[in-house]
């Protein structure tokens, strides 16, 4: 039975590059909203363009809001009118077939305890040769990235504590939501037949860097995540390794390494302060 599927898009400094993916999700979903974190009025010429399309909305107020205010914004907005909703990036490639492949699945009807399924996400390839051989099967997870994640709406609309947590405004966005999925119970699927290709971090002769800003909320988000899902011991022991394994990385293998060494202490401070959603840097 065919589903009624929606998709949200956060960009942020978007280019004209932009076009033709929404062109191409308008004519695959049934409805595509952008969530745009530009900090300065959205440009009026890909405003104009991307207005011809009857089945895409665009939201920007001017400020970068971060990607949990913007996934809550399209839970909101889709969860009463849609089976599924699909959280993308501007940045990642995510081709017709795959997610033609992807509504394949949706269409079988034994989803009720997948709260979220998504494709099998291949980092920093460009090319599709490099795909693994297809094996069609849905594989247990503990959480997936957000670009390309299909999310159960009749889940969320059965279980309104179910949703991002605006603490958040990049990093572990995807795996806290994913983590109070599986708190209530439900399943998080990779599917094995489809395929997104996303960048993760610069890549460097070093091998792939962060920059300093996401650095600081990498250090800070993991003291709040921690807290949240763990308790004593093991809450003690694992942000310490985590965050140990954080600054080895930065120290041996890459550049500007005071800049985020300072940065990950501003994000513990601003942890202890209880400064969250977007940082100071």
């Known amino acids: ?47 104009n363009k991307i207005s011809k399309y009857e089945n895409v909305s665009l939201y920007s107020n001017g ?11 399209f839970l909101n907005h889709t969860k009463h009118k849609y089976d599924f909703l699909c959280t993308l990036d501007q940045d990642s490639k995510f ?23 998504g494709p099998t996400v291949i980092y920093n390839q460009v090319s599709s040769s490099k795909k693994i051989s297809n094996r069609k099967i849905l594989e247990n997870k503990r959480y997936l990235i957000s670009s390309g994640s299909f999310i159960n709406l009749k889940i969320i609309r059965q279980n309104p504590n179910i949703k991002f947590d605006e603490n958040y405004f990049i990093d572990r966005v995807d795996t806290d939501f994913c983590t109070n999925c599986l708190k209530n119970g439900y399943r998080i699927c990779e599917y ?14 070093n091998g792939s860097q962060h920059s ?12 709040y995540f921690n807290k949240k899902y763990y308790t004593g011991m093991k809450m003690c022991l694992l942000t310490s390794l985590q965050s140990l394994k954080q600054i080895f990385r930065i120290v041996k ?16 401070r601003d942890y202890k302060a209880g400064n969250m959603r977007k940082g100071r840097y």
């Open 1 to 47: 039975m065919k589903k009624s599927v929606a998709c949200g898009v956060v960009t942020f400094n978007p280019t004209k590059d932009i076009l033709p993916k929404i062109e191409e999700y308008s004519c695959l979903f049934d409805y595509v909203y952008i969530y745009d974190n530009t900090i300065k009025v959205f440009s009026s010429v890909l405003a």
């Open 63 to 73: 400020n970068n809001d971060g990607l949990a205010k913007a996934y809550n914004y």
């Open 95 to 117: 081709s017709k077939i795959d997610i033609q492949n992807m509504f394949s699945l949706l269409s079988i009807d034994k989803l009720n305890d997948v709260a979220v399924v």
């Open 192 to 205: 094995k037949d489809s395929f997104l290709f996303q960048t993760l971090g610069e890549a460097t002769k």
């Open 212 to 223: 300093y800003i996401r650095h600081y909320y990498m250090f800070r988000n993991r003291f």
């Open 253 to 268: 293998f890459e550049n500007n390494k005071f800049k985020k060494i300072m940065q990950i202490i501003y994000g513990y």
